[in-house]
């Protein structure tokens, strides 16, 4: 068997559940014995899968597990022709416990790379960040950034901190069921363009994951844009390559 096919066999192990996260795998020379290959053969295979962001490689602690078994970036259910989102998103396999946590809330000023999205650099933006887990084991960094003036709405009749804002650790407000966050808060939205690329993952996302800065990943980027071709919100979403982009669009 080659690095490869070790690769492969490891990785088809790790989705399975077989090699959970965050334990040990074996070392070069075990790994070497147990398929019956070089020792430079089995560092190539790990070498394979730390690039696939699937395990980390520690000085003294050995090979790591990075990953659990596969999951959905799954980015919602799509309605034409405002996008209107019926299910947030849901792990590969039923009995998976999905979970998500608020990390980062501010206010800031756009940088440059925001032009790129239809916001002005210096512009007053709100960024939020959520870490998306399944089974306690992360699986999407996203980052929605949206205009200060937008993301600082209320609902009507509602006077306490605007839900865009509510700070990190606070019981999230969310609207009545069947309503829409856009319809909920007035806001203009006609439209989401998804750009998705495969590419080296940011700091913020390869520390939610605990892979090295520069593991490859799926970037998927959601623009939202009003009736005026102004932006509404932009969403990032960051997930490791082990998993799969998914999305449902009804007719």
Request: charged share 20%; with cysteine.
């Amino acid at each position: 068997m080659n690095a490869n096919g070790i690769a492969t066999d490891i990785r088809q192990k790790i989705a399975a559940g077989e090699h959970r996260y965050g334990t040990r795998l074996p070392s070069v020379r075990d790994l070497a014995e147990q398929y019956g290959v070089s020792q430079q053969t089995a560092a190539a295979a790990y070498a394979t899968l730390a690039a696939l962001g699937l395990v980390r490689t520690e000085r003294g602690s050995g090979t790591i597990v990075t990953a659990g078994p596969s999951a959905d970036a799954h980015l919602g259910t799509f309605t034409p022709p405002d996008l209107a989102v019926a299910t947030a998103w849901k792990p590969t396999r039923q009995e998976g416990q999905a979970s998500e946590e608020t990390t980062l809330v501010r206010q800031t000023a756009a940088s440059k790379a925001m032009e790129a999205w239809g916001i002005s650099e210096g512009d007053q933006v709100v960024e939020r960040t959520r870490i998306r887990s399944v089974d306690g084991v992360p699986v999407q960094h996203k980052l929605t950034v949206m205009p200060y003036e937008l993301a600082a709405r209320r609902p009507d009749g509602y006077d306490g901190i605007p839900p865009m804002l509510a700070p990190v650790g606070a019981e999230p407000v969310r609207p009545p069921q069947g309503v829409r966050v856009a319809d909920w808060l007035g806001w203009d939205v006609v439209g989401t363009s998804c750009v998705i690329t495969t590419e080296p993952m940011d700091q913020a996302a390869c520390d939610a994951f605990k892979v090295p800065e520069g593991t490859p990943g799926y970037r998927i980027v959601a623009v939202t844009k009003d009736s005026a071709g102004g932006t509404v919100s932009v969403t990032v979403t960051t997930a490791p390559l082990h998993h799969r982009v998914t999305l449902d669009i009804v007719g």
